[in-house]
């Protein structure tokens, strides 16, 4: 008789979980290029399913025991492919949601549980037209030139967006919305630019998870992927702008470290499906290979944090490094910029200023084209400009650096580093500066 009562408490736990009700106490839309996102805020954990219809085309989602508490009329569906959302009650006690859409989209669904933004569980649910137009990426090699020379293209990821706010300081500025200012700042002066063009990995108010900024900066052929933030630290007087690079062996700081641990919960507040596994793991192989371009990122943070220092106090004068997913580009020079610390109430104000978004949009700005204009890139009008590209990159050793991983890292070979600097063996210095030659 024992035997079976495993399989007894088993029944009465499904019978209570079911048993119990879950209200859906608030909903949100978000609109992205590709996609809708509605987010229903649940008091409980509670299974559903999700389904389509046509002829109209509609969503369906199913709540077992549930009720609706959420205010629906107050619901922004402009520009959506939502055309109305209405609730009824099913079997006397179940919960039927049904979003009426302007075209045939497909849904997906997945929970996320609490968490320090959000003290709710959640239902994000996706709708994806299902003819939608592509967004044209700009691309590296372009015949409208006469030369075929092409621009250089720099992919902008403004942080965080949509369900996920990034930090909120003083006077409940928001993150997402300080970055997506100076972002677009910093569109506007690369578009006027002779020899960039700029690619906006986010353009508006909603999230994409950590690893699709990559992506997309990668699908964009960017030259060069620089992420914005304005983040919050534990210490309120923490103050000062920052440039960080993917770190191969662990921070340089403990805010650097902090810093990269709440920016990598990211993908939790915004909500990002468990189901991209593969996606994941194809990213992962990539950041294997690591990048041929990290001496490219460590004089790009440099040239950048030269022209912040004229608009804001460094926190840290040179490049930090900290183990950021959003820089796991490859095959990219990559950066994830700080403008400030949101947290600190003294740059929260100047952070939610107009003109001081533009000021430090312009910093960014000049850091970057004045790299480029001395390092153009093949094939660039830049570097046809230039009329020569040059022939190598100053290095400066730092901490743990050995010369097989420079050689592994920049993409030649340890007898040609050895061959440029003279060297007679492998014995590095700190501090010391040699030379690499140009892939």
Do not use: C
């Amino acid at each position: 008789m024992k035997r079976f009562i495993p399989a007894i408490l088993l029944l009465a736990a499904l019978v209570i979980s079911v048993s119990v009700r879950a209200d859906v106490e608030d909903v949100r839309v978000w609109q992205s290029p590709d996609k809708t996102r509605l987010v229903f805020d649940l008091s409980r954990a509670h299974q559903h399913k999700i389904f389509t219809l046509s002829n109209p085309d509609r969503v369906v989602i199913d709540l077992v025991n549930a009720s609706n508490k959420a205010n629906l009329d107050g619901l922004d569906t402009r520009s959506t492919s939502i055309r109305s959302l209405r609730t009824g009650t099913r079997n006397k006690t179940d919960l039927r949601v049904v979003i009426d859409v302007s075209e045939p989209v497909t849904a997906s669904s997945f929970p996320l549980a609490p968490n320090d933004v959000y003290k709710n569980n959640r239902l994000v649910v996706d709708l994806e037209p299902v003819t939608q137009t592509k967004v044209v990426a700009p691309v590296k090699k372009d015949d409208s030139y006469s030369d075929n020379k092409r621009d250089i293209i720099i992919a902008i990821d403004a942080g965080h967006g949509g369900e996920d706010p990034g930090a909120i300081g003083y006077g409940r500025t928001k993150e997402k919305q300080v970055v997506l200012a100076i972002a677009k700042e910093l569109e506007r002066l690369l578009k006027a630019e002779y020899g960039f063009t700029p690619f906006m990995v986010r353009t508006g108010d909603y999230y994409i998870g950590l690893r699709e900024r990559t992506a997309k900066a990668r699908k964009a052929n960017a030259d060069f992927f620089v992420s914005i933030h304005a983040d919050a630290f534990k210490i309120a007087s923490a103050s000062g702008s920052s440039v960080f690079m993917l770190s191969e062996r662990g921070a340089t700081s403990e805010a650097a470290r902090w810093l990269a641990d709440k920016e990598n919960e990211s993908d939790l507040v915004g909500g990002v499906s468990l189901e991209d596994k593969e996606d994941h793991l194809a990213m992962t192989l990539l950041d294997l290979s690591m990048t041929a371009k990290r001496n490219a990122s460590v004089q790009l943070g440099d040239s950048i944090l030269g022209q912040m220092s004229k608009v804001s106090k460094l926190h840290k004068k040179q490049v930090e490094e900290a183990a950021f997913v959003v820089l796991k580009a490859p095959d990219i020079p990559a950066l994830l910029v700080e403008t400030g610390f949101i947290s600190n109430p003294q740059e929260a104000r100047k952070l939610g200023d107009r003109s001081y978004q533009k000021k430090m949009a312009l910093a960014i700005f000049n850091g970057v084209t004045s790299y480029f204009r001395s390092h153009p890139p093949r094939g660039t009008l830049l570097a046809d400009k230039k009329g020569e590209i040059p022939v190598f990159s100053n290095y400066v050793i730092r901490s743990g650096d050995t010369l097989s991983e420079i050689a592994v890292s920049n993409g030649v070979g340890i007898a040609d580093l050895r061959r440029v600097n003279g060297l007679k063996n492998d014995s590095l210095k700190i501090g010391q500066t040699i030379k690499i030659p140009n892939s």
